[in-house]
């Protein structure tokens, strides 16, 4: 028995929003003392298979943090400190928005997963993006953009905008969110014009590298509109997927009921077909997200063509240790199919 599995039955005592309030501020108060230094030491795993080139940059394994954990940008140390390879931050808005109403984030203990409603809460580009300046990150760190709340589709792709160019200085790659669910006028965005819009502009403002982020719930003809603008806009990369709004009838727990994006086990089949899909199609990286929580299931989505991998949902259930023990699965697991490095490694399925 870890420390983290003496620890779970107290924060799942909480309210699961309140829970990841002191798992944060711990990150934010380990970060600035020696104890960041050992749990570098603890959970990090240093072996060059791990290294994978992307985005213009060098990341020491391909296990990162999904954008949602870390909103703000105050504990980018303490994850790197956790062994991850990169962050990604926010969703960020050009204004501080505070979200919906509690309780906005649920957890399905039966199922491995969380449902949450947030609704893009954060602290604003502005301040975000002297935080990020101001951050000496020791891991790669992307920035995922999203619309304001009170913006409307014609005036989204300089909403867009407004934000990049508020945290361009402290991002190493910038991810475009048209897919949150839980934000007022985003079904809007996926449609082929919007999307043409929004990602265009950022491109004109040479933002980049750019990826864009997609829901898994799209409809195949979607799915290859938005893959046709990635190509025509030499695009850098694509994130799948966001959070689902389905509910797959294996759930069991009561909070089933709760609207919202659905992460963690239940949607990691799912998301690792769409991983495949997007890969077959584009010849950019591909960041796989979607229940990801061992290190054979981070495995499935580099096979399928996963470049990156990331995850968030996990680390509730599973704990600090989780980055450590997928790296060390990841290289025994290319040791058993004969791969020299990650990178051999992806797409090996397609």
Do not use: W
């Amino acid at each position: 028995m870890n420390g983290y599995d003496l620890a779970r039955p107290l924060l799942f005592s909480l309210p699961a929003e309140t829970a990841h309030g002191f798992v944060h501020r711990g990150l934010e108060l380990a970060q600035a003392t020696p104890l960041a230094d050992a749990m570098e030491s603890r959970y990090t795993v240093e072996d060059a298979r791990l290294q994978v080139e992307a985005f213009d940059q060098t990341f020491g394994n391909p296990v990162g943090v999904a954008a949602g954990f870390d909103k703000n940008a105050t504990v980018v140390g303490g994850l790197a400190a956790l062994g991850f390879g990169f962050v990604e931050v926010g969703g960020v808005t050009a204004e501080p928005q505070t979200g919906n109403a509690r309780p906005r984030m649920f957890r399905l203990r039966e199922d491995e997963a969380i449902i949450n409603r947030m609704g893009l809460n954060n602290h604003g580009a502005a301040i975000v993006g002297d935080r990020l300046a101001g951050t000496d990150a020791r891991v790669p760190v992307g920035v995922n953009i999203a619309k304001s709340e009170h913006v409307g589709t014609d005036d989204a792709p300089g909403d867009y905008r407004e934000t990049y160019e508020e945290v361009a200085e402290g991002g190493d790659f910038f991810v475009v969110n048209i897919s949150c669910p839980n934000s007022q006028g985003f079904e809007e965005l996926q449609n082929k014009e919007s999307m043409a819009a929004i990602l265009g502009g950022l491109k004109d403002a040479g933002a980049g590298p750019l990826l864009v982020k997609l829901a898994p719930d799209l409809p195949e003809p979607a799915i290859e509109d938005a893959l046709e603008i990635v190509r025509d806009l030499d695009l850098d990369g694509v994130v799948a997927t966001n959070t689902s709004t389905e509910r797959p009838a294996s759930l069991r727990s009561k909070n089933r009921v709760e609207t919202g994006g659905l992460s963690g086990k239940p949607i990691e089949d799912q998301a690792t077909q769409m991983v495949r899909f997007v890969a077959e199609r584009v010849d950019v990286p591909v960041v796989g997200v979607g229940g990801v929580s061992s290190a054979e299931g981070a495995y499935r989505k580099i096979r399928a063509g996963a470049t990156l991998v990331e995850l968030y949902t996990a680390l509730v259930y599973e704990g600090p240790s989780l980055a450590r023990e997928i790296n060390e699965g990841l290289l025994e697991l290319l040791d058993e199919d004969g791969f020299d490095s990650v990178e051999d490694a992806i797409g090996a399925d397609l």
